[in-house]
């Protein structure tokens, strides 16, 4: 009996900063109603899915950036998607800024949720790669503070038994790094689901612009075609607060092949019948970590002299 989980990747387009909750709800809920009639288990949204990119402003009113953080999940303007995906039965993934408490004080994370068709949370991710910068820099056209506004995570990245087989979780640049999915696959994961914001400018980097979606594209058939998994990513699209940010979501077979992707940078469903047998066919040959990997030989190797001694 294959294992087929039908995904829809849930792509928003801008989410200003004059959106409610209430307005975003509106159009997750329409994604789900979409998605079940479309034959989906379970549907893919952004990372900081609720709110605007606010790490593109520098603020420093703890309450003014608190605003855009989730004290729990589900709250009160959250719970209406929750009961929405339990009635049509469908399981979500969910990207959220979270406010935690912890060790005594309110610790802030890049969150995504697992969601069960029952609704009940059936995992927690918190960002680990959080990329940009801590202070204000003027120079940049518009921020990229998410070193300032999250923390860095106690746990790493793992992988939840749902849906019929073994799902992991990353967010945004999390995408960019190859431990991610490999740290994951070597859990066992089948599926890896991620959201993202990313905008087409990178600051630091202007002549890497023309190639973001190029880039984004790259990484995750890359991710999933290196280690045997299905991976599933999605953005928040189109021009946001004056900031353009790519569209590009897709869902990429363990061969490395998208097989469903949007063509727009709004509220767009792109949907695949997912089968998660199809990962035995990479995991048991090429990609056999068992048989081929040779980690004892992957660390620093203290006797090797590379040209460029380790910093
Ligand atoms: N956004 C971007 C991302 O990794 C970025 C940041 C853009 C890094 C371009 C490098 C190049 O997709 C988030 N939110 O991580």
């Not at 408490?101 to 029952?118: C, K, W």
């Not at 030989?297 to 910093?311: E, F």
């Amino acid at each position: 009996m294959p294992r087929i989980v039908t995904v829809g990747a849930a792509q928003m387009g801008p989410i200003d900063r004059k959106h409610s909750r209430a307005d975003v709800m509106e159009r997750l809920i329409a994604h789900l109603r979409e998605a079940k009639r479309m034959g989906c288990d379970l549907v893919v949204y952004p990372e900081l899915t609720l709110t605007t990119f606010f790490p593109r402003w520098y603020m420093t009113d703890q309450r003014e950036i608190d605003s855009f953080f989730e004290r729990e999940m589900p709250g009160p303007e959250t719970a209406k998607l929750f009961a929405e995906a339990k009635r049509l039965g469908l399981g979500f993934c969910l990207g959220y800024a979270e406010l935690a408490p912890e060790d005594g004080r309110m610790a802030h994370y890049n969150a995504s949720i697992l969601v069960d068709r029952d609704g009940r949370i059936l995992g927690k991710y918190r960002k680990v790669h959080l990329p940009g910068h801590a202070e204000h820099e003027p120079w940049r056209r518009f921020q990229h503070l998410e070193k300032r506004y999250f923390d860095v995570p106690k746990e790493g990245f793992g992988v939840w038994r749902a849906f019929g087989g073994v799902f992991g979780m990353c967010i945004c640049n999390d995408r960019r790094w190859p431990e991610t999915y490999r740290v994951m696959a070597l859990q066992g994961a089948e599926m890896i689901l991620l959201g993202y914001n990313t905008p087409v400018h990178n600051p630091p980097a202007p002549d890497h612009d023309d190639l973001a979606l190029y880039h984004n594209r790259l990484v995750m058939q890359a991710g999933a075609y290196q280690n045997a998994c299905w991976v599933v990513g999605v953005a928040k699209a189109g021009p946001e607060e004056g900031v353009p940010m790519i569209g590009g979501s897709q869902i990429v077979a363990p061969s490395g092949v998208t097989v469903a992707a949007t063509r727009s940078d709004g509220d767009e469903l792109a949907v695949a019948a997912c089968d998660l047998d199809a990962c035995a066919s990479y995991r048991n040959t090429t990609f056999n970590f068992g048989l081929h990997r040779q980690p004892q030989h992957y660390g620093l190797i203290a006797s090797r002299k590379g040209i460029v001694p380790p910093s």
